[in-house]
């Protein structure tokens, strides 16, 4: 399971109250919304793959790049800063 963190978000009365809305008639929670949401906002804005992502092997005898996971590209700091 993932950790979730509770956080407070600032926004406009009317955007508060479009999700409630689309909460209400989806019948699923505030929340979420705002975490569907924001993973979409997030899978947009991914940055492009660069050649380490890249799965075709390089040269004869380069070394291979290392495949990242999810987690390796959008590793989350916790409120300390680690």
């Known amino acids: 399971m993932m950790c979730m963190k ?3 978000i600032v ?9 409630r809305r689309l909460a209400e008639n ?4 505030f929340g979420e919304i705002v975490r569907e949401a ?3 906002k ?3 804005e991914r940055p492009p793959l660069t ?7 390089g ?7 290392r495949q990242y996971s999810e987690e390796d590209l959008y590793e989350v700091e916790d409120e300390r800063g680690l």
């Open 59 to 65: 040269p004869a005898g380069a070394p291979s790049a």
């Open 11 to 19: 926004a406009e009365e009317s955007v508060l109250y479009r999700i």
């Open 26 to 29: 989806r019948g699923v929670s």
């Open 42 to 44: 997030l899978d947009r």
């Open 6 to 8: 509770r956080t407070t």
């Open 38 to 40: 924001l993973e979409e």
């Open 51 to 57: 050649f380490l992502d890249h799965p075709e092997p």
